[in-house]
């Protein structure tokens, strides 16, 4: 017997046998959990001292390794026992009773190997997952959704559909992105600059490497230089591969004096960060080591702080509304108990907790979001939104931040209307957080198939044979001056095998043409979901589709 633990999804045994478990086997152990469940067992758990431990598990070599552990630690040992025949060394937190537990409600759901204690020089182990509901609907449900996130996993998908890929050559963690992918990439940026620039936001630029000094004014050399991608120049100096905006940002506020006049200043830059994840954590889009965040600044005075939170506030809804993603709200504070966790003294943290406070109770109304201690940046608390996917899962997106301390590590000031000096208030503002990340959403909550105005292809247009590949080259051509994104197959295949790549590539509308169509110059219409829609003119199509794409439909 190795370990047992609970996990996020389930839970897990590890085991050392003679022989290899296979799935088939899965639903025989199924079947005997079921019985035993049946007979009522207590669970029932004690101290044990080291001795008594060892004599109890003397048969048990991964066990004696766990105490030995636990002894050097000085941690209680606990034992736990199931009726007369099964007894673990476990710290507890289990059901009284075998009767508590839905026989029908628990699935084993598969295997995998595992080293002991995760070091490659131990033993590989056997083990066995599972899952445990209240009730069997809501196992079900659970199922169904891993299964269908099998599906539409972005890995997957995204090499399917040409959007992604990555090099053994430049490395794990850095994505690099096709045309297809890039134009999904810019179409998402796009959206966010056409909602900021109505609220007074300008564009800006910065390098992609700094000195460590900006970084240790800043407070993040001391707090992540390990994460951090260091480069020596020749001359012996140190910089770093810029790890967020936020202090380039400052620099530019910073290059000048400001009047309560000129306030507030708002600057957005999309723009690449780089961070050392460890190789183990990388996963597709969602854990990366570049990062492009769609990032932007603002520098106001304290009366004016709670308008412009309201104004990302509305950015925000306006963007995730499009892609009907409901949002819930997480208001992310400082841990008072862990001081050294974050930068600055109490009473700044206390008067940004109040702002952002006040901003989400007046937003949604007292009490109707989440708090969580712990959870703030480490210079400022932050209003974290958590948008909920088609699945039914929750995803952490955009984040609104207000930060007090930076602006004062920079002595970042500006003369108030009574001539005097004032310390100015920065917030942060990330509408997609991350784009790497944010794409992998949506893939997934698409499942691939992109609504018309952020589909890469839009339309393909395929001739029924080569004859009439000229009236389909003609039909692309005309699409692509209406700036649609419209692709011309090739008449090298079958239309049966060109159509089902079409629905493969999951385009949104494919248009046939042959001589009936070239006699009345029309197209017949394929939509994605909903096969023949009917005969059009070029012209009909294009209004609608236009149409379709400026409403975001």
């Keep these: 017997m190795g370990i047992g633990p609970t996990i996020e999804n389930g839970f897990y045994y590890d085991f050392d046998l003679k022989e290899s478990l296979t799935p088939e086997d899965l639903p025989k152990l199924e079947k005997r959990i079921r019985e035993l469940i049946r007979q009522d067992l207590k669970m029932t758990g004690s101290k044990a001292t080291t001795a008594s431990a060892r004599k109890l598990f003397k048969d048990q070599p991964y066990k004696l390794d766990l105490i030995k552990d636990f002894v050097k630690e000085k941690k209680q040992l606990t034992v736990y026992k199931l009726g007369d025949m099964f007894s673990d060394l476990c710290k507890g937190g289990h059901v009284k009773n075998t009767k508590e537990i839905n026989p029908d409600a628990f699935k084993l759901t598969h295997l995998a190997g595992a080293y002991w204690k995760g070091d490659e020089g131990n033993a590989q182990l056997q083990r066995v997952y599972g899952v445990a509901f209240s009730s069997k609907t809501d196992m079900e449900k659970y199922l169904w959704q891993q299964e269908e996130a099998r599906k539409r996993d972005h890995r997957k998908l995204g090499q399917e559909l040409d959007l992604f890929t990555f090099s053994e050559l430049v490395g794990p963690g850095l994505p690099l992105f096709t045309p297809k992918g890039t134009v999904l990439r810019d179409l998402l940026d796009d959206f966010v600059w056409s909602l900021r620039k109505k609220y007074g936001y300008q564009r ?246 992109f609504p018309l105005w952020l589909s890469p292809v839009q339309v393909q247009v395929i001739a029924v044979s080569e004859k009439f590949q000229s009236y389909a080259e003609k039909i692309a051509k005309d699409l692509q001056a209406a700036d649609i994104r419209a692709e011309l197959a090739e008449a090298n295949e079958t239309l049966g095998k060109r159509i089902r790549e079409g629905e493969t590539q999951k385009v949104p509308y494919i248009l046939i043409v042959g001589e009936k169509e070239k006699q009345a110059d029309t197209v017949a219409v394929r939509k994605r979901g909903k096969g023949d829609i009917g005969t059009t003119t070029i012209s009909s199509l294009i209004k609608s589709l236009q149409e379709e794409i400026t409403k975001r439909k």
């Design 204 to 449: 800006v630029d910065i390098p992609h490497i700094t000195k460590k000094d900006l970084y240790e004014t800043s407070g993040h050399w001391s707090k992540f230089k390990s994460e951090l991608f260091r480069i020596n120049t020749r001359e012996g100096h140190e910089f770093a591969l810029k790890p967020m905006n936020c202090p380039h940002h400052i620099q530019i506020f910073a290059r000048r004096k400001w009047s309560f006049r000129d306030l507030p200043q708002r600057y957005a830059s999309t723009t690449k960060i780089y961070r050392d994840e460890q190789a183990g954590e990388l996963s597709g889009l969602v854990r990366v080591r570049s990062i492009t965040q769609d990032d932007a600044h603002v520098f106001c005075d304290m009366a004016r702080t709670e308008s412009e939170l309201k104004n990302v506030w509305e950015i925000v809804h306006e963007f995730y509304g499009a892609f009907n993603l409901p949002l819930k709200l997480r208001l992310s504070l400082r841990d008072p108990k862990q001081p050294d966790k974050y930068l600055g003294d109490g009473k700044l943290w206390k008067d940004a907790e109040a702002i952002l406070s006040v901003v989400a109770d007046k937003k949604i109304g007292k009490g109707k979001y989440e708090c969580a201690l712990g959870e703030a940046a480490f210079y400022g608390p932050k209003i974290d939104f958590m948008a909920i996917d088609s699945l039914g899962r929750e995803w952490q997106v955009a984040t609104i931040q207000l930060d007090l301390n930076m602006p004062k590590r920079f002595g970042l000031t500006f003369t108030n209307d009574k001539g005097s000096q004032s310390q100015i208030f920065m917030i942060h503002a990330a509408i997609m957080g991350s784009i790497e990340r944010f794409l992998a959403i949506l893939i997934e909550h698409y499942a691939g198939a």
